[in-house]
C-alpha cells in the first residue's frame, strides 16, 4: 500500500505544482488524493489515540454535514466537498511515502522555482510597465494568479503552484535536508530561494527571515557552510534595492489586506447572526450572498482567509475540537523533532495569511512532514539523526 501512496503522492504533488497550466488535471488530482486516503485507511498499523482522535472527529464533522444538509439547506454538493476536504487533511497524518517519493517532490519545486524565475527575467527583458499589461489579464483571465511589476525591472510571478516553495526551502535548509543527497543540493537552494523572492509574497519573505534567524540562533549542528550563506545573502544585496522593493510591497498590499478585510467583514456578520451560528456554525458549504464594493460574494466557496471560511462553516466549538485534533495529531507525529515542529509552524504562519491552508497544500504538507520523521534511516544518517535529537534535548 505504501508504494502505492508514494506514487499517488508523487503525481498529486506533479499536478499541484503545475497548475499553470495543466489546472483541468484537478480532478485526477482530487482523485489520486481520494486513492491515498483508501489505501491508508487499509493499513492498520495505527496508533489507539491517534485512530481514536480521528474517529471522533469524523463522527462529529458527519454529524455538522447532516446539519448542514437537513437543517441549514446548504447545497449538498458544497457540503460533501467541505466535509471531504476536512477528513482528508486530517487524514494526512496516518500517511507516509517513501524517500524516492520525497526527492520528486523536492524536485517538482525546484522545477517550479525555475519556471517562475525564467518567467521573471524573460518578462524584464521583453515587456515594460505598460506592455506587459496583455500578458498579466490574460494570466488573471486564466484564474492562474497574477504577474506584476512595480518599475518594470523586477516582476513578480504569483502564480498556483507557488505555495510550497518556502515550505520546500525550509526542508532543504534544515538538517533533514541532507538526507537526500542531492548532488546540486546548493545550488537546488540557491533557486528555491530565488523562487520564494520572484514569488514576491510578502509573508513568505517575513516567514523565511524569521526561520533563517532561528537556524542562525540555535547554531544547527548541520549548516550551511559560509559560502552558501553569502551567495544568499549576496542574491538578497545585488536584487532591486529592497528598501525600495519592501516599501513598494507594503503600498501594494494595501489592496490585497483590504480584500481580506473585507472577506473578514462578511464572514464574521454571517457567522455572528445569533449565538447559535457563532457557537455551531452556519454549516459546511455555507454561502452568502452579499456584494460589497470589493466583491460579489454569491455563492462564493473560495476565500483568501480560508481558515476562517472553516470557521464560519462550522462555528466556535466544531472548528475549535477541529484545531485541537490538529495539534494533538501533530504533536504525536512530530514530537521526536523540534525542526519538523518549526517548518509545520512557519507553514501555517504564511499559509493562514493565503489560500494554502486546509487544502491539498497542507495535505501534501503533513504527509511530507509525517514521511521525513518516519524515514528508515541510512547509515550515514544515523549520526545526523543523533545530533539532531541532541540539540532538541538542549
Given at each position: 500500500?505504501?508504494?502505492l501512496?508514494?506514487?499517488s503522492?508523487?503525481?498529486?504533488?506533479?499536478?499541484?505544482?503545475?497548475m499553470?497550466?495543466?489546472?483541468?488535471?484537478?480532478?485526477?488530482?482530487?482523485?489520486?488524493?481520494?486513492?491515498?486516503?483508501?489505501?491508508?485507511?487499509?493499513?492498520?498499523?495505527?496508533?489507539?489515540?491517534?485512530?481514536?482522535?480521528?474517529?471522533i472527529?469524523?463522527?462529529f464533522?458527519?454529524?455538522?454535514?447532516?446539519?448542514?444538509?437537513?437543517?441549514?439547506?446548504?447545497?449538498?454538493?458544497?457540503?460533501?466537498r467541505?466535509?471531504l476536504?476536512?477528513?482528508?487533511?486530517?487524514?494526512?497524518?496516518?500517511?507516509t511515502?517513501?524517500?524516492?517519493?520525497l526527492?520528486?517532490?523536492?524536485?517538482?519545486?525546484?522545477?517550479?522555482?525555475?519556471?517562475i524565475?525564467?518567467a521573471?527575467?524573460?518578462?524584464?527583458?521583453?515587456?515594460?510597465?505598460?506592455?506587459?499589461?496583455?500578458?498579466?489579464?490574460?494570466?488573471?483571465?486564466?484564474?492562474?494568479?497574477?504577474?506584476?511589476?512595480?518599475?518594470?525591472?523586477f516582476?513578480?510571478?504569483?502564480?498556483?503552484?507557488?505555495?510550497?516553495?518556502?515550505?520546500?526551502?525550509?526542508?532543504?535548509?534544515s538538517?533533514?535536508g541532507?538526507?537526500?543527497?542531492?548532488?546540486?543540493?546548493?545550488?537546488?537552494?540557491?533557486?528555491?530561494?530565488?523562487g520564494?523572492?520572484?514569488?514576491g509574497?510578502?509573508?513568505?519573505?517575513?516567514?523565511?527571515?524569521?526561520?533563517?534567524l532561528?537556524?542562525?540562533i540555535?547554531?544547527?549542528?548541520?549548516?550551511?557552510?559560509?559560502?552558501?550563506?553569502?551567495?544568499?545573502?549576496l542574491?538578497?544585496?545585488?536584487?532591486?534595492?529592497?528598501v525600495?522593493?519592501?516599501?513598494?510591497?507594503v503600498?501594494?498590499?494595501?489592496?490585497?489586506?483590504?480584500?481580506?478585510?473585507?472577506q473578514?467583514?462578511?464572514?464574521?456578520?454571517?457567522?455572528?447572526?445569533?449565538?447559535?451560528?457563532?457557537?455551531?456554525?452556519?454549516?459546511?458549504?455555507?454561502?452568502v450572498?452579499?456584494?460589497?464594493?470589493?466583491?460579489?460574494?454569491?455563492?462564493?466557496?473560495?476565500?483568501?482567509l480560508?481558515?476562517?471560511?472553516?470557521?464560519?462553516q462550522?462555528?466556535?466549538i466544531?472548528?475549535?475540537?477541529?484545531?485541537?485534533?490538529?495539534?494533538?495529531?501533530?504533536?504525536?507525529?512530530?514530537?521526536?523533532?523540534?525542526w519538523?515542529?518549526?517548518?509545520?509552524?512557519?507553514?501555517?504562519v504564511?499559509?493562514?495569511?493565503?489560500?494554502?491552508?486546509?487544502?491539498?497544500?497542507q495535505?501534501?504538507?503533513?504527509?511530507?512532514?509525517?514521511?521525513?520523521?518516519?524515514?528508515?534511516?541510512?547509515?550515514?544518517?544515523k549520526?545526523?539523526?543523533?545530533l539532531?535529537?541532541?540539540?532538541?534535548?538542549?
Amino acid at each position: 500500500m505504501k508504494r502505492l501512496q508514494s506514487l499517488s503522492y508523487v503525481f498529486v504533488n506533479f499536478i499541484l505544482t503545475r497548475m499553470v497550466p495543466l489546472s483541468v488535471l484537478s480532478p485526477l488530482m482530487n482523485l489520486l488524493t481520494l486513492i491515498m486516503l483508501g489505501s491508508g485507511l487499509i493499513n492498520k498499523r495505527h496508533s489507539g489515540s491517534k485512530i481514536t482522535i480521528f474517529a471522533i472527529n469524523v463522527t462529529f464533522l458527519t454529524i455538522a454535514l447532516l446539519f448542514s444538509i437537513g437543517f441549514e439547506r446548504n447545497q449538498p454538493v458544497n457540503a460533501i466537498r467541505s466535509y471531504l476536504l476536512l477528513v482528508i487533511v486530517l487524514f494526512a497524518y496516518f500517511i507516509t511515502v517513501s524517500r524516492t517519493a520525497l526527492k520528486w517532490f523536492v524536485y517538482f519545486n525546484v522545477f517550479q522555482a525555475c519556471a517562475i524565475l525564467i518567467a521573471s527575467l524573460s518578462m524584464t527583458y521583453l515587456f515594460n510597465l505598460e506592455t506587459y499589461l496583455p500578458v498579466r489579464f490574460f494570466v488573471q483571465g486564466r484564474e492562474w494568479g497574477d504577474v506584476y511589476t512595480y518599475n518594470g525591472y523586477f516582476f513578480i510571478i504569483q502564480i498556483k503552484g507557488n505555495a510550497l516553495l518556502l515550505f520546500t526551502l525550509m526542508i532543504m535548509i534544515s538538517p533533514f535536508g541532507r538526507q537526500f543527497y542531492f548532488k546540486y543540493y546548493k545550488l537546488m537552494v540557491v533557486l528555491l530561494f530565488a523562487g520564494v523572492f520572484v514569488a514576491g509574497n510578502f509573508a513568505y519573505l517575513i516567514v523565511l527571515f524569521l526561520y533563517l534567524l532561528l537556524w542562525y540562533i540555535r547554531k544547527l549542528p548541520v549548516r550551511l557552510n559560509i559560502k552558501l550563506v553569502g551567495l544568499l545573502l549576496l542574491l538578497l544585496i545585488s536584487a532591486y534595492p529592497i528598501v525600495r522593493y519592501v516599501g513598494n510591497t507594503v503600498e501594494a498590499k494595501k489592496s490585497s489586506l483590504g480584500t481580506r478585510g473585507d472577506q473578514l467583514q462578511v464572514l464574521s456578520r454571517d457567522l455572528n447572526e445569533n449565538v447559535f451560528t457563532l457557537l455551531l456554525g452556519k454549516g459546511l458549504g455555507n454561502t452568502v450572498s452579499v456584494v460589497t464594493k470589493m466583491r460579489d460574494y454569491t455563492d462564493q466557496v473560495y476565500y483568501e482567509l480560508q481558515a476562517f471560511y472553516m470557521l464560519n462553516q462550522l462555528g466556535f466549538i466544531m472548528f475549535s475540537l477541529y484545531i485541537m485534533s490538529h495539534v494533538l495529531l501533530a504533536y504525536l507525529n512530530f514530537r521526536g523533532s523540534l525542526w519538523i515542529i518549526i517548518i509545520y509552524l512557519g507553514y501555517i504562519v504564511y499559509a493562514s495569511t493565503n489560500p494554502y491552508i486546509l487544502d491539498t497544500n497542507q495535505f501534501i504538507v503533513i504527509i511530507t512532514l509525517n514521511s521525513l520523521v518516519s524515514l528508515p534511516l541510512l547509515e550515514k544518517e544515523k549520526s545526523l539523526r543523533k545530533l539532531v535529537g541532541k540539540e532538541n534535548e538542549k
